[in-house]
């Protein structure tokens, strides 16, 4: 496993396209101690629960293994999926909403030996709703290999077992285990990781499974922030991150930017390091939050404003 932190570092050293404005993580550091982002809901931190730690681990490995490119092609409808009480949900949410119908309707769907065997028919039943969601067969690998990869273990808590408590084991288990978490790229002849899903998967399983009083990892906060749209959006919105002229245009655009290219890796890279600038800036503001739960605070906040600039669009199957 490449270290996220010290891969970030690197990118920051030599980027091109962006430019980090450290008097703007300041502001933002003083707008989170002053009360003004919005605050992760309690309910949707927690989304779910098995009925023991073993389903609800199975929960957060289904979860997080699609948990990724929900935003819609140039002219499509959004994808969203509507809930019991009637409201749509799309995104990460929507997800959820439709893995708790799937899971009503077949308990198959936490279980290994079906996920290996799972298709497209099947994938395309579960994620069905309003607008088009892409990489649909993307994500029925990622199904298949999640069934294949847990074989061995016969559940995903041996998988956390295996971990001994140690989070940046259990990331390192589940990228070697899981093909489609290994979220690695080249940037300057150099290998470098983001493990976005896989520290996802690791955040939410400290959460979920805390419902059973089951904490599985003690260093939660050797996590980074997690690496995708919505925080770049943000740091562009609050002056953090300044694009090149050509970088700009071309996201307002809706252009793509290629997946491991190197405007893609830049913001990356230039996101996971604005947020460990921003802890140092609480640091001396008396707060000490982890990287992981600044994450949620950000995202949040960047779900919560409606007159953003766009983000940027890569069709990738990382975030």
């Given at each position: 496993m490449i270290d996220v932190r010290s891969s970030a570092?690197?990118?920051?050293?030599?980027?091109?396209?962006?430019?980090?404005d450290d008097s703007r993580i300041s502001v933002v550091a003083e707008k989170i101690v002053g009360g003004k982002y919005a605050l992760p809901k309690s309910e949707e931190a927690m989304p779910f629960k098995g009925r023991d730690p073993s389903e609800s681990a199975m929960w957060c490995f289904l979860a997080d293994a699609?948990?990724?490119?929900?935003?819609?092609?140039?002219?499509?409808?959004?994808?969203q999926v509507?809930?019991?009480?009637?409201?749509?949900r799309g995104g990460y949410f929507g997800l959820i909403e439709s893995l708790k119908k799937g899971i009503d309707k077949s308990r198959s769907w936490l279980d290994p030996v079906f996920l290996r065997i799972v298709k497209l028919e099947d994938v395309s039943r579960l994620l069905a709703g309003q607008g088009e969601l892409q990489l649909l067969d993307e994500r029925r690998i990622a199904i298949n290999e999640l069934g294949l990869g847990l074989k061995d273990k016969g559940s995903a808590?041996?998988?956390?077992?295996?971990?001994?408590?140690?989070?940046?084991?259990?990331?390192?288990?589940?990228?070697?285990?899981f093909p489609s978490f290994k979220d690695e790229a080249v940037?300057?002849?150099?290998?470098?990781?983001?493990?976005?899903?896989?520290?996802?998967?690791?955040?939410?399983?400290?959460?979920?499974?805390?419902?059973?009083?089951?904490?599985?990892?003690n260093?939660?906060?050797?996590?980074?922030?997690?690496?995708?749209?919505?925080?770049?959006?943000?740091?562009?919105?609050?002056?953090?991150?300044i694009y090149s002229n050509e970088l700009g245009d071309?996201?307002?655009?809706?252009?793509?930017?290629?997946?491991?290219?190197?405007?893609?890796?830049?913001?990356?890279?230039a996101t996971i390091f604005a947020v460990e600038s921003l802890?140092?800036?609480?640091?001396?503001?008396?707060?000490?939050?982890?990287?992981?739960?600044?994450?949620?605070?950000?995202?949040?906040?960047?779900?919560?404003?409606?007159?953003?600039?766009?983000?940027?669009?890569?069709?990738?199957?990382y975030y």
């Open positions: 570092r690197f990118i920051c050293q030599n980027l091109e396209s962006i430019e980090i699609l948990n990724f490119c929900f935003w819609p092609v140039a002219g499509k409808e959004k994808w509507q809930t019991a009480g009637g409201q749509w808590m041996g998988i956390i077992g295996d971990a001994k408590k140690d989070v940046i084991g259990f990331v390192d288990l589940v990228i070697k285990t940037f300057r002849g150099e290998k470098v990781g983001f493990y976005k899903r896989a520290q996802i998967l690791a955040m939410d399983l400290n959460l979920v499974l805390s419902q059973h009083e089951i904490i599985p990892f260093n939660i906060d050797k996590l980074t922030a997690f690496a995708d749209y919505k925080l770049p959006q943000l740091f562009r919105d609050e002056g953090v991150f071309r996201i307002d655009s809706g252009d793509l930017i290629e997946k491991g290219s190197k405007e893609e890796i830049e913001i990356r890279g802890r140092n800036s609480l640091l001396d503001l008396g707060v000490n939050l982890s990287s992981p739960v600044l994450d949620n605070i950000l995202w949040t906040e960047a779900k919560a404003r409606h007159n953003m600039k766009m983000h940027h669009l890569t069709k990738t199957i």
